[in-house]
Protein backbone atom coordinates (compact mmCIF):
# COMPACT_ATOMS: atom_id res chain seq x y z
CA UNK A 1 0.00 0.00 0.00
CA UNK A 2 1.24 3.18 -0.81
CA UNK A 3 1.76 6.35 1.34
CA UNK A 4 -0.79 8.17 -0.81
CA UNK A 5 -3.27 5.32 0.33
CA UNK A 6 -2.55 4.99 4.20
CA UNK A 7 -2.87 8.95 4.20
CA UNK A 8 -6.14 8.91 2.64
CA UNK A 9 -7.47 5.61 4.94
CA UNK A 10 -6.12 7.40 7.91
CA UNK A 11 -8.22 10.48 6.57
CA UNK A 12 -11.68 8.50 5.83
CA UNK A 13 -10.96 6.94 9.59
CA UNK A 14 -10.59 10.41 11.02
CA UNK A 15 -13.60 11.76 9.99
CA UNK A 16 -15.78 8.70 10.45
CA UNK A 17 -14.45 8.53 14.09
CA UNK A 18 -15.42 12.46 14.56
CA UNK A 19 -18.54 11.85 12.92
CA UNK A 20 -19.10 8.91 15.48
CA UNK A 21 -18.46 11.09 18.00
CA UNK A 22 -20.34 13.76 17.13
CA UNK A 23 -23.54 11.57 16.82
CA UNK A 24 -22.86 10.04 19.80
CA UNK A 25 -22.75 13.36 21.55
CA UNK A 26 -26.26 14.33 19.96
CA UNK A 27 -27.41 11.06 21.17
CA UNK A 28 -26.60 11.93 24.34
CA UNK A 29 -27.96 14.83 24.77
CA UNK A 30 -31.17 14.04 23.50
CA UNK A 31 -30.99 11.29 26.61
CA UNK A 32 -30.18 14.07 28.65
CA UNK A 33 -33.24 16.12 27.47
CA UNK A 34 -35.60 13.43 28.16
CA UNK A 35 -34.36 12.35 31.24
CA UNK A 36 -34.02 16.26 32.61
CA UNK A 37 -38.05 16.59 31.02
CA UNK A 38 -39.03 13.36 32.34
CA UNK A 39 -37.95 14.38 36.31
CA UNK A 40 -38.78 18.12 36.05
CA UNK A 41 -42.32 17.09 35.24
CA UNK A 42 -42.38 14.58 38.31
CA UNK A 43 -41.35 17.56 40.10
CA UNK A 44 -44.15 19.17 38.78
CA UNK A 45 -46.69 16.37 40.34
CA UNK A 46 -44.80 16.98 43.98
CA UNK A 47 -45.02 20.72 43.54
CA UNK A 48 -48.51 20.69 42.50
CA UNK A 49 -49.82 19.16 45.43
CA UNK A 50 -47.87 21.39 48.01
CA UNK A 51 -49.80 23.80 45.82
CA UNK A 52 -53.01 21.96 46.92
CA UNK A 53 -51.95 22.06 50.47
CA UNK A 54 -50.92 25.52 50.87
CA UNK A 55 -53.91 27.00 48.50
CA UNK A 56 -51.86 28.16 45.89
CA UNK A 57 -53.82 28.45 42.59
CA UNK A 58 -53.56 29.79 39.47
CA UNK A 59 -56.26 31.56 39.30
CA UNK A 60 -54.10 34.06 42.25
CA UNK A 61 -50.91 33.29 40.05
CA UNK A 62 -49.26 31.91 43.25
CA UNK A 63 -49.28 28.18 42.20
CA UNK A 64 -45.64 27.13 41.35
CA UNK A 65 -46.52 23.49 39.78
CA UNK A 66 -47.01 24.43 36.63
CA UNK A 67 -43.69 26.28 36.40
CA UNK A 68 -41.95 22.62 35.98
CA UNK A 69 -44.10 21.78 33.59
CA UNK A 70 -44.51 25.00 31.26
CA UNK A 71 -40.66 25.54 30.84
CA UNK A 72 -40.05 22.55 28.55
CA UNK A 73 -43.85 23.52 26.82
CA UNK A 74 -45.99 20.84 28.51
CA UNK A 75 -49.25 21.74 30.04
CA UNK A 76 -51.18 20.00 32.86
CA UNK A 77 -54.59 18.90 31.30
CA UNK A 78 -55.64 16.39 34.10
CA UNK A 79 -54.34 15.88 37.77
CA UNK A 80 -54.94 12.01 39.11
CA UNK A 81 -56.06 11.92 42.98
CA UNK A 82 -56.06 9.89 45.48
CA UNK A 83 -59.65 8.51 46.42
CA UNK A 84 -58.95 8.51 50.64
CA UNK A 85 -57.04 11.18 51.09
CA UNK A 86 -57.86 13.31 47.91
CA UNK A 87 -54.25 13.84 47.52
CA UNK A 88 -52.61 14.62 43.98
CA UNK A 89 -50.27 11.50 43.06
CA UNK A 90 -50.20 11.80 39.23
CA UNK A 91 -50.83 14.62 36.50
CA UNK A 92 -51.47 14.08 32.49
CA UNK A 93 -49.21 16.40 30.55
CA UNK A 94 -49.91 17.46 27.14
CA UNK A 95 -47.04 19.04 25.02
CA UNK A 96 -48.20 22.31 23.44
CA UNK A 97 -45.14 23.63 21.72
CA UNK A 98 -45.04 24.68 18.36
CA UNK A 99 -42.09 22.14 17.12
CA UNK A 100 -41.53 19.00 18.81
CA UNK A 101 -38.12 18.17 19.39
CA UNK A 102 -36.34 14.27 18.14
CA UNK A 103 -38.06 11.73 20.29
CA UNK A 104 -40.47 14.05 22.59
CA UNK A 105 -43.89 13.01 23.34
CA UNK A 106 -47.35 14.21 22.97
CA UNK A 107 -48.50 12.88 26.20
CA UNK A 108 -46.90 12.42 29.38
CA UNK A 109 -48.49 10.70 32.41
CA UNK A 110 -45.89 10.86 35.57
CA UNK A 111 -46.70 10.42 39.43
CA UNK A 112 -44.87 11.51 42.23
CA UNK A 113 -43.64 9.37 44.82
CA UNK A 114 -44.07 9.55 49.17
CA UNK A 115 -44.75 13.17 50.46
CA UNK A 116 -43.91 13.25 54.30
CA UNK A 117 -46.20 16.02 54.67
CA UNK A 118 -49.31 15.98 57.39
CA UNK A 119 -51.86 15.27 54.51
CA UNK A 120 -50.44 13.19 52.57
CA UNK A 121 -47.54 11.20 54.70
CA UNK A 122 -50.04 8.35 56.25
CA UNK A 123 -52.03 7.23 52.86
CA UNK A 124 -47.86 7.42 50.99
CA UNK A 125 -46.56 5.65 54.24
CA UNK A 126 -49.14 2.78 53.64
CA UNK A 127 -48.53 1.99 50.19
CA UNK A 128 -44.66 2.26 50.62
CA UNK A 129 -45.37 -1.00 53.35
CA UNK A 130 -47.75 -2.27 50.69
CA UNK A 131 -44.98 -2.59 48.08
CA UNK A 132 -43.64 -5.68 49.24
CA UNK A 133 -46.45 -7.68 49.94
CA UNK A 134 -47.76 -7.20 46.56
CA UNK A 135 -50.84 -5.13 47.47
CA UNK A 136 -50.09 -1.91 45.75
CA UNK A 137 -52.26 -3.72 41.83
CA UNK A 138 -55.29 -3.84 44.83
CA UNK A 139 -55.06 -0.43 45.56
CA UNK A 140 -57.47 2.30 44.46
CA UNK A 141 -54.34 4.94 43.66
CA UNK A 142 -53.20 1.94 41.48
CA UNK A 143 -56.04 1.55 39.64
CA UNK A 144 -56.58 5.13 39.53
CA UNK A 145 -53.25 5.39 37.91
CA UNK A 146 -54.09 2.01 35.23
CA UNK A 147 -57.03 3.98 34.43
CA UNK A 148 -55.54 6.98 33.64
CA UNK A 149 -52.56 5.38 31.27
CA UNK A 150 -55.20 3.49 29.90
CA UNK A 151 -57.50 5.99 29.00
CA UNK A 152 -54.63 7.96 27.11
CA UNK A 153 -53.49 4.90 25.29
CA UNK A 154 -57.01 4.59 23.77
CA UNK A 155 -57.33 8.04 22.36
CA UNK A 156 -53.37 9.36 21.29
CA UNK A 157 -51.78 5.34 20.97
CA UNK A 158 -48.70 4.46 22.64
CA UNK A 159 -46.21 5.53 20.66
CA UNK A 160 -46.94 9.50 21.74
CA UNK A 161 -47.01 8.73 25.28
CA UNK A 162 -44.26 8.97 28.19
CA UNK A 163 -44.63 7.59 31.76
CA UNK A 164 -42.18 8.38 34.74
CA UNK A 165 -42.29 8.07 38.21
CA UNK A 166 -40.31 8.60 41.41
CA UNK A 167 -39.69 6.44 44.38
CA UNK A 168 -43.54 5.58 45.17
CA UNK A 169 -44.45 6.75 41.87
CA UNK A 170 -42.25 4.79 39.97
CA UNK A 171 -43.39 1.56 41.55
CA UNK A 172 -46.62 2.26 40.32
CA UNK A 173 -45.49 3.12 36.80
CA UNK A 174 -43.47 0.34 37.04
CA UNK A 175 -46.60 -2.11 37.82
CA UNK A 176 -48.62 0.09 35.41
CA UNK A 177 -46.36 -1.07 32.61
CA UNK A 178 -45.83 -4.40 32.95
CA UNK A 179 -49.30 -4.43 33.20
CA UNK A 180 -49.84 -2.90 29.77
CA UNK A 181 -46.76 -4.97 28.21
CA UNK A 182 -48.78 -8.38 29.27
CA UNK A 183 -51.54 -6.42 26.92
CA UNK A 184 -49.17 -5.83 23.91
CA UNK A 185 -48.80 -2.48 24.70
CA UNK A 186 -45.08 -1.14 25.03
CA UNK A 187 -44.41 2.55 26.60
CA UNK A 188 -41.72 4.45 27.00
CA UNK A 189 -41.21 4.54 30.82
CA UNK A 190 -38.86 6.11 33.21
CA UNK A 191 -38.20 5.28 36.15
CA UNK A 192 -36.56 7.21 39.19
CA UNK A 193 -35.37 5.73 42.15
CA UNK A 194 -37.71 2.90 41.89
CA UNK A 195 -37.88 0.82 45.67
CA UNK A 196 -36.46 -3.03 45.51
CA UNK A 197 -38.04 -4.98 47.52
CA UNK A 198 -35.04 -6.74 49.33
CA UNK A 199 -31.77 -6.29 51.42
CA UNK A 200 -29.62 -3.94 49.86
CA UNK A 201 -26.77 -5.84 49.12
CA UNK A 202 -25.15 -3.52 46.68
CA UNK A 203 -24.15 -1.36 49.80
CA UNK A 204 -21.67 -4.23 51.24
CA UNK A 205 -18.40 -2.43 50.40
CA UNK A 206 -16.20 -5.82 50.54
CA UNK A 207 -17.01 -7.11 47.24
CA UNK A 208 -15.43 -10.92 47.54
CA UNK A 209 -18.15 -10.98 49.99
CA UNK A 210 -21.12 -9.10 47.95
CA UNK A 211 -20.59 -11.72 45.50
CA UNK A 212 -20.50 -14.73 47.78
CA UNK A 213 -23.74 -13.42 49.26
CA UNK A 214 -25.44 -13.14 45.74
CA UNK A 215 -24.14 -16.60 44.26
CA UNK A 216 -25.11 -18.13 47.19
CA UNK A 217 -29.20 -16.41 47.09
CA UNK A 218 -29.19 -17.57 43.56
CA UNK A 219 -28.41 -20.96 44.36
CA UNK A 220 -31.31 -20.80 47.56
CA UNK A 221 -33.75 -19.07 44.99
CA UNK A 222 -33.40 -20.97 41.95
CA UNK A 223 -33.53 -24.15 44.22
CA UNK A 224 -36.72 -23.06 45.87
CA UNK A 225 -37.97 -22.12 42.79
CA UNK A 226 -37.49 -25.69 41.86
CA UNK A 227 -38.84 -27.02 44.69
CA UNK A 228 -42.31 -25.17 44.09
CA UNK A 229 -42.85 -24.55 40.45
CA UNK A 230 -40.90 -27.94 39.85
CA UNK A 231 -39.77 -28.25 35.70
CA UNK A 232 -42.41 -25.43 34.72
CA UNK A 233 -38.47 -22.92 35.56
CA UNK A 234 -36.59 -24.68 32.38
CA UNK A 235 -39.80 -24.03 30.24
CA UNK A 236 -39.90 -20.40 28.15
CA UNK A 237 -43.61 -20.12 26.66
CA UNK A 238 -46.30 -17.34 26.55
CA UNK A 239 -47.81 -18.14 29.67
CA UNK A 240 -44.69 -16.89 31.53
CA UNK A 241 -45.43 -13.82 33.03
CA UNK A 242 -41.55 -12.96 32.69
CA UNK A 243 -41.22 -13.44 29.46
CA UNK A 244 -44.46 -11.49 28.49
CA UNK A 245 -42.39 -8.48 29.36
CA UNK A 246 -39.41 -9.23 27.20
CA UNK A 247 -40.63 -6.15 24.69
CA UNK A 248 -40.65 -3.66 27.40
CA UNK A 249 -37.49 -2.07 28.32
CA UNK A 250 -37.89 0.84 30.82
CA UNK A 251 -35.19 3.26 31.67
CA UNK A 252 -34.18 2.80 35.19
CA UNK A 253 -32.37 5.28 37.16
CA UNK A 254 -30.83 4.72 40.12
CA UNK A 255 -28.23 6.29 42.61
CA UNK A 256 -25.26 3.81 44.20
CA UNK A 257 -25.54 6.10 47.54
CA UNK A 258 -29.41 4.98 47.75
CA UNK A 259 -30.01 2.12 49.76
CA UNK A 260 -33.63 2.02 48.70
CA UNK A 261 -33.12 1.40 44.81
CA UNK A 262 -29.14 0.76 44.44
CA UNK A 263 -29.58 -2.97 44.87
CA UNK A 264 -31.39 -2.65 40.57
CA UNK A 265 -27.15 -2.10 40.07
CA UNK A 266 -26.68 -5.63 41.83
CA UNK A 267 -29.50 -7.40 40.27
CA UNK A 268 -28.69 -6.51 36.53
CA UNK A 269 -24.92 -6.63 37.03
CA UNK A 270 -24.97 -10.05 38.89
CA UNK A 271 -26.44 -11.76 35.55
CA UNK A 272 -23.86 -10.93 33.59
CA UNK A 273 -21.42 -12.56 36.52
CA UNK A 274 -23.19 -15.72 36.75
CA UNK A 275 -22.88 -16.33 33.05
CA UNK A 276 -19.01 -15.28 33.11
CA UNK A 277 -18.80 -18.50 35.84
CA UNK A 278 -20.80 -20.62 34.15
CA UNK A 279 -23.93 -20.30 36.26
CA UNK A 280 -26.36 -18.29 33.79
CA UNK A 281 -28.25 -21.00 33.49
CA UNK A 282 -29.40 -21.18 37.76
CA UNK A 283 -29.16 -17.38 37.43
CA UNK A 284 -31.82 -17.12 34.80
CA UNK A 285 -33.93 -19.09 37.09
CA UNK A 286 -33.32 -16.83 40.02
CA UNK A 287 -33.58 -13.34 38.15
CA UNK A 288 -37.14 -13.76 37.46
CA UNK A 289 -38.25 -15.66 41.14
CA UNK A 290 -37.89 -13.90 44.78
CA UNK A 291 -37.59 -16.08 48.01
CA UNK A 292 -40.84 -13.69 49.49
CA UNK A 293 -43.19 -13.68 46.33
CA UNK A 294 -42.83 -17.38 46.09
CA UNK A 295 -44.05 -17.78 49.56
CA UNK A 296 -46.61 -15.87 48.31
CA UNK A 297 -47.20 -17.44 45.29
CA UNK A 298 -47.15 -14.78 43.13
CA UNK A 299 -44.52 -12.90 41.08
CA UNK A 300 -42.44 -10.02 42.28
CA UNK A 301 -43.61 -6.82 41.21
CA UNK A 302 -39.91 -5.42 41.38
CA UNK A 303 -38.23 -7.35 38.55
CA UNK A 304 -38.39 -6.65 35.16
CA UNK A 305 -36.79 -9.05 32.38
CA UNK A 306 -34.91 -5.90 30.86
CA UNK A 307 -33.79 -2.29 31.62
CA UNK A 308 -31.73 0.46 30.78
CA UNK A 309 -29.94 1.35 33.78
CA UNK A 310 -28.44 4.35 34.51
CA UNK A 311 -26.72 5.03 37.52
CA UNK A 312 -25.66 8.42 38.98
CA UNK A 313 -21.85 8.16 39.82
CA UNK A 314 -21.89 11.51 41.33
CA UNK A 315 -20.68 11.54 44.95
CA UNK A 316 -21.97 15.06 45.71
CA UNK A 317 -25.34 13.74 47.54
CA UNK A 318 -24.33 13.41 50.81
CA UNK A 319 -26.71 11.49 52.13
CA UNK A 320 -29.54 8.77 51.87
CA UNK A 321 -32.40 11.53 51.42
CA UNK A 322 -30.11 13.45 48.33
CA UNK A 323 -29.02 10.24 47.05
CA UNK A 324 -33.14 9.10 46.96
CA UNK A 325 -33.86 12.57 45.74
CA UNK A 326 -35.75 13.65 42.30
CA UNK A 327 -33.82 16.57 41.82
CA UNK A 328 -30.52 14.56 41.20
CA UNK A 329 -32.24 13.96 37.49
CA UNK A 330 -32.16 17.51 35.92
CA UNK A 331 -29.03 18.21 36.93
CA UNK A 332 -25.65 17.62 35.05
CA UNK A 333 -23.90 14.52 36.69
CA UNK A 334 -21.64 11.88 35.43
CA UNK A 335 -23.80 9.40 33.83
CA UNK A 336 -23.10 5.20 33.44
CA UNK A 337 -25.62 3.67 31.55
CA UNK A 338 -25.92 0.02 30.14
CA UNK A 339 -28.74 -2.03 28.40
CA UNK A 340 -29.29 -5.12 29.90
CA UNK A 341 -31.72 -8.00 28.41
CA UNK A 342 -32.64 -11.16 29.74
CA UNK A 343 -30.60 -13.83 28.03
CA UNK A 344 -34.02 -16.05 27.84
CA UNK A 345 -35.87 -13.27 25.57
CA UNK A 346 -35.85 -12.18 22.16
CA UNK A 347 -36.64 -9.16 22.63
CA UNK A 348 -37.24 -6.47 19.87
CA UNK A 349 -35.61 -2.98 20.28
CA UNK A 350 -38.71 -0.87 20.91
Known sequence: MTIVKVIVLATKVVKLTVLTARVINVIMRIQDHRRSVAASLVQGVYISERDSQLKRTQQQHTALGPIWSEFFHFQCIQFLRDPFDHSIFGAIYAYKGQTSPPSSPSYVIAFRGTLLKPATRRRDLYL???L???????????????????????????NN?????????????LQVGKDMAKLGIYIDTFLFNPPYHCAPIEK????????????MKSLVTAGLSAAFKGNNNHLVSENDPFWKLCSWVPQVFVNPRDPISCEYIGYFEHRDKMEAIGMGKIENIAT?????????DGEPPHLVPSALLVKNMSVSEPNVMEAHGIHQWWQPH??????????????QSM
Open 132 to 158: PLKGLPNDPRYHRAFQGVDWLIRHVGN
Open 161 to 173: VWMTGHSLGAAIA
Open 288 to 296: KNSIMNMFY
Open 204 to 215: INNPFLKNRIRV
Open 128 to 130: DAQ
Open 334 to 347: SWVSKLYVFSECNC
